[in-house]
């Protein structure tokens, strides 16, 4: 029988701090092919020792271990939600909604009238659209060779 809130595992999630980097590099590196270019993992390395540090950025644990992060930042008229994964062993286990949902909620009490964006690939736009965001544009291999860019849009 599943748990009353739905969720296979409840996962804790706290706020990002430099200690948690290398983890969040290894989470990453899971999704690395499919979910995400090579190249990227230079980009998050420095979000994680910047804007991680000043936004809103999060690391989901299951049995104290992260296997989950991602975060938030307002820009001008919207926001922004950053660099999103769940650790590739976990897919499909209610941990990447739980997460989302977490963001969602902080995004709706800090920023009521804000719409919120995100770009993702088309192998995760369907666990976007199934939580209230519609595709805005697509770039076929925008991120690399087989990982289209979809900018996706909730209001």
């Known amino acids: 029988m599943a748990p009353a809130n739905g969720y296979l595992r409840q996962m ?7 200690t948690h980097k290398q983890a969040c590099l290894r989470v990453f590196v899971s999704n690395v ?3 995400f270019a090579d190249y990227e993992q ?7 020792e910047g804007d991680a ?6 690391v989901g644990l299951l049995d104290e271990q992260i296997v989950a992060c991602g975060g938030f930042a307002p820009r001008g008229e ?27 909620s902080l995004i709706s009490q800090r920023f009521p009238k804000l719409a919120v964006e995100l770009e993702t690939s088309q192998h ?4 976007y659209a199934k ?7 697509v770039t076929k291999d925008g991120f690399a060779a087989g990982i289209d860019l979809v900018s996706m849009r909730r209001d």
């Open 12 to 18: 804790q999630i706290i706020r990002y701090q430099p």
């Open 33 to 35: 092919g499919r979910y």
């Open 42 to 48: 230079a980009e998050f390395a420095e979000f994680l």
């Open 53 to 58: 540090l000043t936004s809103d950025y999060f």
């Open 78 to 104: 919207r926001v922004v939600m950053t660099w999103g994964m769940v650790q590739r062993e976990w897919h499909s286990q209610g941990l990447g909604r739980q997460l989302t949902e977490h963001r969602l």
């Open 124 to 127: 995760t736009q369907g666990f």
């Open 131 to 137: 939580q209230g965001f519609r595709v805005l544009k």
